[in-house]
C-alpha cells in the first residue's frame, strides 16, 4: 500500500481535465512551487507522522521566500520502526526555479539541528534537507504538488553518523478562501545509513492548516 501512494496521486493528476489545469489556484502556496510573493507572509501547522510542526513563512521576494520551522517528533526523522521523541529547529527557504501557466517548480533547503531523546543518551545532529517540488493548479481551489526530497541530516558523535533519504511522493493544498487552506503531503522512501549498513523505510504523511496574512 505505501509503494502505491505516489502512484495514486500521480493518476490522479493525469485524470483532471485540461480546462482545470490551465487555471492558477490561489497564486500562494505553502507545499508546491509557487511562492507567497513579495511582502507576504504565511503560517502553517501540520500534524501526522512524524509528528507536528509550526512555520511561518514570509516572501522575501517574488521567486523567494523565506522563515523558520519548529517541530515536535514522535518518529525518529520518519523512520516507521522507531518512536524516539525529538525536536527539530530549522531554517525554511524555498527558490521558484520555473513558473508557466500549468506548473511551477521551486527548489527547497530547511537546514537546523535536531535532538532525540532514548532511554540511554539524548541524539543530536544536524538535518540540511533538499528538495524539488513541481506545483500544478487543478482548478482554482487545488494545488496539486510532486516531489523529491533529500531529506541528509547527520548525528554527531559514535553511532548512527550520517544518513541519506530518499524520498518521493506528492500531495494537495485545498484553497477554502484566498488566506486559508488545507493541506496533506506525502514522502516515502529508503534512508541509508553507510556507518551501520542499514537501510530504514521512512514516512512522512501530514495533515495541515495554511493561512496567508
Not at 80 to 87: A, E, L
Request: with cysteine.
Amino acid at each position: 500500500m505505501k509503494r502505491l501512494l505516489p502512484g495514486v496521486l500521480l493518476a490522479c493528476f493525469l485524470a483532471l481535465p485540461a480546462t482545470a489545469l490551465a487555471q492558477r489556484g490561489q497564486g500562494w502556496s505553502v507545499l508546491a512551487g509557487e511562492t507567497l510573493g513579495r511582502g507576504n507572509t504565511a503560517f502553517h501547522g501540520q500534524l501526522g507522522w512524524p509528528g507536528i510542526s509550526l512555520g511561518l513563512l514570509h516572501g522575501g521576494s517574488e521567486r523567494f521566500d523565506i522563515g523558520g520551522k519548529f517541530s515536535f517528533n514522535w518518529g525518529r526523522e520518519g523512520w516507521v520502526r522507531y518512536t524516539d521523541p525529538g525536536i527539530k529547529l530549522q531554517a525554511w527557504m524555498r527558490l521558484q526555479l520555473v513558473q508557466e501557466r500549468n506548473f511551477s517548480l521551486a527548489l527547497t533547503f530547511q537546514p537546523g539541528p535536531f535532538f532525540y531523546f532514548n532511554r540511554r543518551d539524548t541524539d543530536v545532529g544536524l538535518a540540511l534537507p533538499v528538495g524539488l517540488v513541481v506545483g500544478i493548479p487543478a482548478g482554482s481551489a487545488v494545488m496539486v504538488n510532486l516531489g523529491l526530497d533529500i531529506p541528509f541530516h547527520v548525528y554527531f558523535g559514535e553511532g548512527i553518523g550520517p544518513v541519506f533519504p530518499i524520498l518521493v511522493g506528492g500531495g494537495l493544498e485545498y484553497f477554502v478562501n484566498r488566506q486559508l487552506g488545507v493541506t496533506f503531503n506525502v514522502r516515502l522512501g529508503p534512508a541509508v545509513i553507510p556507518d551501520i549498513d542499514d537501510t530504514e523505510f521512512t514516512l512522512e504523511a501530514l495533515f495541515g492548516v495554511a493561512y496567508r496574512f
